[in-house]
């Protein structure tokens, strides 16, 4: 720069950059009229966040949600955004628990829900709650009668355990939910089974395909997984339940002379695999799995950076429950002609009325035999 001090045209072109590094503004940039060595020079750098407003504020989600983690914080996007620094972060916060806590305690009376997804979540954040080294967050995604999913609980508990779920679920029907869903589903690691029959007895259960799969090939060499992944696909893709056992008893006829362990674990489970089948064919691609809760909150995962301050355990939970707010506008709607339900009841009916026409049939048969012979 002309006139200039080479050591002040070098701080002036420091200035021009953020603390990264990073280039704010191009072309140079003229000293002021009176700007004096030693003063603070500020660009036009709108910075959304600062390592001190993050450390502050206890735990504040890095990244952005599937573009949407501004809206989904309350925070505006463009001109309009809110720096997160020390004063705003706080604030927010705050606000963020009290309606966490609020949401906790709603009434549930007028809600009937057809299907549960449950799953239980570690994320990697330091927590600085004595003894919470082994929470995990508890989480209930829920089917409304008319199709629409969603979250039903948001809580905590140590592992996985029985007695963590049967609160959860206690706290639920405290709260106005008597009727229980008509399947739930979820992985087959949760203490979430054993509590299940004691609170909501007349309750299937369907566990997740996903995680089976994974568990079997685990199992077997990697030579022979694609066709082992393949063998298994046939199950649960199958146009009905008779083709699915009969795919059933093919993969055993097959592997269970030489993987013995990956046959063990799909017997093992062979009477919550298949359940999905009793419930009309419509609804499969939703049930068969827990991918509607494991895509959720796979992304909120990935959002969860470990701080350099120790978070809380109301903020872990506060966190989860607003980014899974916010994907809950986009989580698809089951299709249905009226009410779920119904359309339950009416596939068990047929069900049903096929079962004792193929009594009546096989007993025709049988008399038929008995004459000829």
Sequence with gaps: MPGAAPGREKRLFARTRDRNGRRAVEGEVAPRPGQARGRRYFTKIHETGSQRGQRDSGLIPQGDFNGRFYEGFGIHSGEGRIGIVATNSVGLKKHWEEEYQLWS??????????????????????????????????????????????????SDGYRESKQSWQALLRELKERGLREGPKLAVGDGGLGFWAALPEEFPLTKEQHCWVHKTANILDKVPKSIQPRVKAHLREMYMA????????????????????????????????EVLFA???????????????????????????????????????????????????????????KTSGLLREDIERTEKIKRLLKKVKEVVNQAQEEIEGEDS
């Excluded at 089917?143 to 609980?153: C, P």
């Excluded at 699915?244 to 063990?264: G, M, Q």
């Excluded at 990935?302 to 980014?323: D, E, I, P, W, Y």
């Design 105 to 154: 305690g709603r009434d549930l009376s007028h809600k009937r829900c057809v299907y549960f997804w449950v799953d239980g979540i570690y994320f990697n954040i330091r927590l600085a709650d004595p003894g919470n080294d082994r929470q995990c967050i508890l989480v209930i995604m829920g089917t409304l009668e008319d199709g629409t999913k969603e979250l039903v609980a948001v």
């Design 276 to 334: 999905f089948y009793d419930f009309p064919a419509e609804h499969w691609v939703h049930i068969r799995s827990i991918n509607p809760i494991e895509s959720t909150f796979t992304t909120v995962r990935r959002r969860t950076k470990r701080t350099k301050g120790s978070g809380s355990r109301l903020a872990t939970l506060t966190m989860v429950f607003r980014l899974a707010l916010e994907a809950q506008k986009s989580w698809k709607r089951i």
């Design 239 to 270: 146009p009905t339940k008779e083709d699915s056992l009969k795919a059933y008893d093919r993969f055993l006829r097959h592997y269970e002379a030489k993987y013995e362990k990956a046959c063990e674990c799909l017997k093992k489970d062979k």
